[in-house]
């Protein structure tokens, strides 16, 4: 089988694997560690997977993202202003952030030197940005459309987990 059909399926098991996190899941937390995991162990080209969450602005201190549930390396940045880093732009704009060659893009905070490309796509509960999911690569370009789809859509499963926990 060609490398690119393998990966099609690999991405649709684990698709309806994600599908079926919600109904065991706990708590929001417990869900977003499922996906970390899931995303982490069985995409070869995740190598760094992760939450980061919206703290609202609080007395002097501005919002911020928050580090979350996560797998791969600890990295420096546990919280990330909304005007810095590839995770803001993501997270101010409200739009997913593909970077093919991170060294490339002065937006970039970087994590670990072995990082190459970036996807950063926001999480929204009833059309506002409450987080993000975040994957870096050690390969350039990881990030292909049916990538991009599949992390969309985890993002869009924690937003409505969130949206009826919030109810
Ligand atoms: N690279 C991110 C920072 C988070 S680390 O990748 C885990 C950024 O530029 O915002």
Redesign the pocket.
């Known amino acids: 089988m060609p490398n690119s059909s393998r990966n099609l399926e690999t991405i649709q098991a684990v698709r309806s694997e994600i599908n079926l996190l919600p109904q065991s899941a706990k708590s929001s937390k417990d869900l977003m560690e499922g996906v970390v995991q899931l995303l982490h162990e069985r995409m070869l080209k995740y190598n760094?997977v992760?939450f980061y969450m919206l703290e609202k602005a609080a007395g002097s201190e501005p919002p911020a993202l928050v580090l979350g549930a996560f797998r791969g390396a600890m990295?420096p940045?546990t919280r990330?202003p909304l005007n810095?880093?590839?995770?803001?732009a993501a997270a101010s704009t409200g739009k997913t952030v593909v970077v093919d060659d991170?060294n490339a893009d002065s937006?970039?905070?970087?994590?670990s030197i072995e990082?190459k490309s970036?996807i950063?796509v926001p999480i929204f509960v009833r059309g506002t940005v409450v987080g993000e999911l975040?994957i870096?690569s050690h390969f350039a370009a990881a990030f292909a459309p049916v990538d991009r789809e599949l992390v969309e859509h985890c993002a869009t499963v924690v937003g409505h987990y969130l949206e009826n926990a919030a109810q």
């Open positions: 760094w992760g990295t940045h990330i810095q880093g590839i995770c803001g991170v937006r970039y905070l970087a994590c990082t970036e950063v975040d870096d």
